[in-house]
């Protein structure tokens, strides 16, 4: 597969990680986050973490959609598949997040929810112009790659003039979670960490570079935008290992086939013509994080199901040993977390973390557990 | 009594009833096309000789949906598996069994195909459809058709395949390509829909196994990795036998189109399901001339060491990446579904 | 979050719609995000949309990049891995 392929050459990345054990400063430990969840599975996929000198340490953060969904938001999901008239879709990585009273959205299936898997939102349109007498509800969620296609999909709705199509909109802003990391408790006390981000893949192309320029600027971290193939990961974590040796804080586009400092204009211009800021939205492990998500404008309420079903919110109850928040945050490992691997694995998942595919804790107990002694949190 | 419309008639209540309309759906449709001495006798029960060995019984349900996809359908799907789920034993399978549950309306077009198709699978594996049921729910009580075989066969002296039977230091080999089948299933479905050079691998592996075992009798165990795919069943194995396993990715075959479906589903090939794929442990000296063996045969052609068996009590099985990093194999719960994150 | 794959477009099926094709296996993916598509363009595709247009001059940029590095660190070791 082009563009695939090349970047995952196995003989360049040992180069590579030659280079990084030349480079990185014997005398100093580097802590770096990926934000992105889709790299966080890629790492482990990869068995990155096994190429990497040992004082460079990977901390993976909250860029999993799923992982950060506060389960009161995925309550009232499954209340409303549970109506009779609501046929609920979704993407295949909600199915199993556990909500509040150990529910999923499969269980309600298996309970007579009508719940469907879609791989692509517009297959949510086409069933909603099949069952003309079934309310259908998307249940939208994902980064700011994933809102551009939910955007598209409503205007579409209007266009068509569909009356029973409506959207469940859970879609979060990536620059405004990685404030958030960096003003958690452990961050303001110090005890965080952090030494550079490394930047989302395919967030990137659609919002650009220019969103990231305060990070440098506010925090003194360097940033480096990564693409989402291994070599593109650890030609990232040589960039920013470079920066933190020469002193600098800057944004660097390692992703320069995709990303732009604009992005893609139109995506953004039409996520601005169907959605708007929230106030303020429950992030889980980060709390209430101001301007960080966004909602259905006005113009399109007759589409946006929070309006039409007049749901109420919900405040989930997550397990109190859990330590999702905590591990969102980065300032813990799954190890750290006394559930982990007894009772709480994929099989049993007690907290998103181990649901989603690219929830730090599933791919630790997926690809990494093996590695015994291996920690990967700042401290 | 007139003739079963097979164009346009479709299954009623009655033809599961035990009277006149059932025996001429057996009649014009199951006998017709799965036509032997034993299915002539029209008795409810076969009686057979089997030829000396121990004796292997073998059972599978399939639910299967959609009924029909390119490589196959339901009914070549419940006899290929059946004799391959004998076959893993070393046995040679001998006969078959069928039971049908069918929902009332289901298009008797559609069911004379699966059967046609059951029979076509029968005949070219040699291993005949000797006796059967058919009963019939009512509509909304079934999907289509649901379908259990059960297979006899026997195994030659000398033979003990097992899955408790690998021990480190053994070899891990591979017939062929993985994730063709599931791929093909998931291609149909709406939205994922997708064109591409794939179809399902589902075939009849008994002939593979009589010659393996022929060339190399100390052969550990053989399973097909249908279901949870290669990852889930080396699992299993490696519970089954209470040691790990180091497996090499760059060994294990994978066709382009499949590579690319799983890459744009968020899918890993090694939990993809196979029907016409087996795995086999050896001890290592053997390894060499098993896969030569497999070479030679037709449907053994793309065969490959893919890796080894170690002393592990955690029971892990791991894998060396492309990379010569190492992941995890890890033993999946429930079945993949297709991310977007 | 995001998985997303680069794709080669082969046919453009009207300005929403296009045919895209990756190691083998075609797609109907939908375009609506991007202006100025030509048949041999590389996109990344997400949920059956087409993002962002791939650089092939960048890419092969970034591959020449890393080619270097790789050779840099081979000459320090003075060995092939």
């Given amino acids: 597969m082009k563009y695939v392929d090349e970047f995952r050459d196995g003989a ?64 009232m999901a499954i209340e409303l598949a549970r109506r009779p008239e609501v046929i609920l879709c979704t993407y295949g990585d909600m199915l199993r997040v556990p909500a509040s009273g150990r529910v999923s959205l499969l269980k309600a299936r298996a309970e007579g929810a ?28 994902g980064f700011e790659t994933t809102t551009p296609p939910t955007a598209l999909v409503i205007e579409q709705a209007q266009r068509l003039g569909l009356k029973n199509f409506s959207v469940f909109c859970n879609h979060v802003l990536t620059p405004a979670a990685m404030h958030a990391i960096l003003a958690t408790p452990e961050a303001r006390a110090g005890a965080l960490q952090l030494d550079g981000f490394i930047g989302p893949a395919h967030v990137s192309t659609v919002i650009g570079s220019a969103p990231y320029a305060p990070f440098p600027e506010q925090y003194g971290t360097p940033l480096v935008i990564a693409g989402f193939e291994p070599l593109d990961l650890l030609q990232a974590l040589l960039m920013l290992v470079r920066q933190l040796n020469e002193g600098r804080a800057e944004v660097e586009n390692q992703f320069t086939r995709a990303v ?78 006394r559930l982990f691997g007894n009772p709480c694995t994929p099989d049993n998942p007690l907290g998103s973390c181990m649901v989603s595919s690219e929830g730090a804790c599933a791919a630790w107990y997926a690809y990494g557990r093996q590695r015994q002694g291996a920690v990967e949190v700042a401290r | 009594m007139s003739r079963l419309d097979l164009k346009n008639g479709s299954v009623e209540m009655v033809h599961g009833s035990g009277g006149r309309a059932m025996g001429q759906l057996i009649e014009e449709l199951f006998a017709r096309a799965l036509r032997n001495q034993w299915l002539d006798q029209r008795n409810d029960q076969a009686q057979f000789e089997l030829p000396p060995g121990r004796v292997v019984m073998a059972t599978d349900s399939h639910v299967i949906s959609p009924l029909f996809f390119p490589g196959g359908d339901i009914g070549s799907l419940a006899v290929h598996g059946t004799i391959n789920d004998v076959a893993m034993a070393g046995a040679r399978p001998c006969y078959l069994a069928a039971g049908f549950i069918l929902e009332e309306g289901f298009p008797l077009a559609d069911l004379a195909r699966i059967v046609e198709s059951m029979a076509a699978a029968a005949r070219e594996a040699g291993v005949p459809v000797v006796t ?101 069943t080396l699992n ?98 429930g079945e993949q579904l297709p991310r977007i994150c | 979050m995001c998985l997303a ?32 598509l030509k048949v041999g363009d590389y996109v990344i595709l997400h949920v059956g949309f087409a993002l962002q247009k791939l650089d092939e001059t960048e890419a092969q940029r970034t591959l020449a990049l890393l080619a270097e590095l790789g050779q840099l660190a081979e000459a320090e070791q003075g060995e092939a891995p």
């Fill in chain 1, 12 to 75: 360049t990345a040992r180069q590579l990680a030659a280079r990084l054990a030349a480079e990185a400063d014997p005398a100093r430990a580097y802590r770096l986050m990926e934000f992105c969840g889709g790299h966080t599975h890629a790492i482990f996929r990869y068995g990155i973490p096994d190429l990497l000198p040992a004082n460079v340490r990977l901390i993976h953060g909250p860029g999993c959609p799923v992982c950060v969904m506060p389960i009161g938001r995925l309550d």
């Fill in chain 1, 114 to 141: 009508a719940v469907r898997m879609l791989y692509s939102p517009v297959e949510a349109l086409k069933l909603a112009q099949d069952n003309p007498n079934k309310e259908v509800v998307f249940f939208a969620i």
């Fill in chain 1, 260 to 337: 732009t400092a604009e992005g893609n204009r139109k995506a953004k211009a039409l996520t601005e013509r169907v959605f708007e800021l929230r106030e303020s939205f429950e992030w889980r492990g980060l709390g209430a994080v101001p301007h960080s998500a966004l909602q259905i404008r006005e113009a399109f309420a007759a589409f946006d199901a929070e309006r039409r079903f007049a749901l109420e919110p919900r405040t989930g109850l997550e397990n109190k040993a859990c330590e999702c928040p905590a591990i969102l945050r980065g300032a813990k490992s799954p190890r750290d977390c």
């Fill in chain 2, 132 to 232: 059967g049921d058919t009963k019939v729910v009512e509509r909304g009580k079934g999907d289509g058709v649901f379908i259990t075989t059960t297979g006899v066969g026997v195994v030659p002296a000398g033979l003990h395949l097992s899955g408790d039977q690998a021990r480190p230091g053994d070899c891990i080999l591979l017939s062929g390509s993985i994730g063709d089948h599931g791929v093909t299933i998931l291609s149909l479905r709406e939205g994922l829909g997708f064109e591409a050079d794939i179809g399902s691998d589902s075939q009849a592996l008994h002939g593979l196994v009589a010659a393996m075992v022929e060339a190399v009798p100390q052969i550990r165990c053989l399973r097909d990795p249908t279901r949870g795919g290669l990852g889930n």
């Fill in chain 2, 236 to 333: 299993e194995l490696a519970r089954q036998s209470g040691v790990g396993m180091q497996l090499v990715e760059r060994a294990i075959p994978l066709r382009e189109p499949v590579r690319a479906a799983c890459e744009f589903l968020g899918l890993d090939p090694l939990y993809v399901a196979n029907e016409g794929k087996l795995i086999a442990i050896c001890p290592a000296e053997q390894a060499e001339r098993l896969l030569a063996v497999m070479r030679e045969h037709p449907q053994g052609r793309e065969a490959a060491i893919i890796g080894t068996v170690v002393a592990d009590e955690r029971r892990f099985v791991q894998m060396e990446t492309l990379f010569g990093g190492s992941r995890m194999v890890d033993w999946l719960n």
């Fill in chain 3, 5 to 36: 794959i680069p794709v080669r477009i082969e046919e453009l099926l009207d300005e929403q719609s296009a045919v895209a094709c990756i190691g083998g296996l075609r797609k109907t993916i939908n375009v609506a995000l991007l202006d100025d």
